[in-house]
């Protein structure tokens, strides 16, 4: 496999983990205009979101060693 269908694998992967309210809360906010910067840090590796809830947040998601890792 590319580099680039492990990505989408891994995508599908992390998403598969996520809870549905939790996908769903998420594609609301890019909806409503809530994610205000997204940024690729380096591609097909890092990248970081500054998204508005109570208050503006950073998220953060890295793919590495065939995994998906976030944090906000």
Not at 26 to 33: E, K, M, V
């Amino acid at each position: 496999m590319n580099l680039r269908t492990d990505l989408l694998n891994g995508i599908e992967r992390f998403l598969d983990v996520i809870p549905a309210q939790t996908r769903k809360r998420g594609r609301d906010y890019q909806a409503n205009g809530h994610v205000i910067e997204l940024e690729c840090v380096e591609p097909d590796h890092l990248f970081a979101a500054i998204v508005r809830g109570s208050k503006d947040y950073r998220v953060g998601l890295e793919y590495s060693e065939n995994h998906w890792f976030s944090d906000c």
